[in-house]
Nanobody, 122 residues
Framework: QVQLVESGGGLVQAGGSLRLSCAAS????????MGWFRQTPGKEREFVAI????????SYTDSVKGRFTISRDNAKNTVTLQMNSLKPEDTAVYLC???????????????WGQGTQVTVSS
């Protein structure tokens, strides 16, 4: 089955930028809607962004619109999340996921990476 490994997290000051990468192996992700979620201790996992298999119509949670951009390179089997104008409230573990589907207003996914830590200082 497909395995996902995230990278690119780190410590950044408010207003700064980070680019997260998700490398998939084991299977091609070309037919999957791919996306990013984030997790903070004590809170439920939050949907961040989705990109369909053809990369045409992306969608984002309201709090990151205009600041984050999701993209994919099916030839390289990778997904990227460019994060600009970061805020302390963006601090979380960011997880890549495959085969996103929205059921009754909530996104779920088939396979998850282990995540990469993003910490935004004020």
């Amino acid at each position: 089955q497909v395995q996902l490994v995230e990278s690119g997290g780190g410590l950044v000051q408010a207003g700064g930028s980070l680019r997260l990468s998700c490398a998939a192996s084991g299977r091609s992700i070309r037919d999957y809607a791919m996306g990013w979620f984030r997790q903070t201790p004590g809170k439920e996992r939050e949907f961040v962004a989705i990109i369909p298999w053809d990369g045409v119509s992306t969608s984002y949670t309201d709090s990151v619109k205009g600041r984050f951009t999701i993209s994919r390179d099916n030839a390289k089997n990778t997904v990227t999340l460019q994060m600009n104008s970061l805020k302390p409230e963006d601090t979380a573990v960011y997880l890549c996921a495959t085969n996103l589907r929205r059921i009754r207003g909530v996104y779920g996914a088939e396979t998850w990476g282990q995540g990469t830590q993003v910490t935004v200082s004020s």
